[in-house]
């Protein structure tokens, strides 16, 4: 039986944490399934802060580490 077609998850360290996501995310993505709000937030993949503009293209790989530091306002 083969498995073609068939949903794949991947393990990333997220914040410290493994956790498991759908494999073919991009950073973009991954906020949307994380339901975090992308405007104050900067994400950093494999030691390397990524800008925005490359959120939708940068994808997330099996073993990758991301830190997503959420800005917070107040005084």
């Known amino acids: 039986m083969s498995n073609t077609g068939a949903a794949v998850d991947i393990e990333i360290i997220l914040n410290g944490e493994k956790r498991v996501v759908p494999a073919g995310l991009t ?8 339901r975090v ?5 900067a994400i950093e993949l494999n030691r390397e802060i990524v800008r925005r503009a490359h959120w939708p ?10 830190e997503i530091v ?5 005084g």
């Open 27 to 34: 950073l973009q993505s991954l906020l949307e399934i994380l």
């Open 37 to 41: 709000e992308p405007d104050r937030v």
């Open 57 to 66: 293209s940068r994808a997330v790989e099996h073993g990758a580490e991301l």
């Open 70 to 74: 959420q800005f917070v306002g107040g």
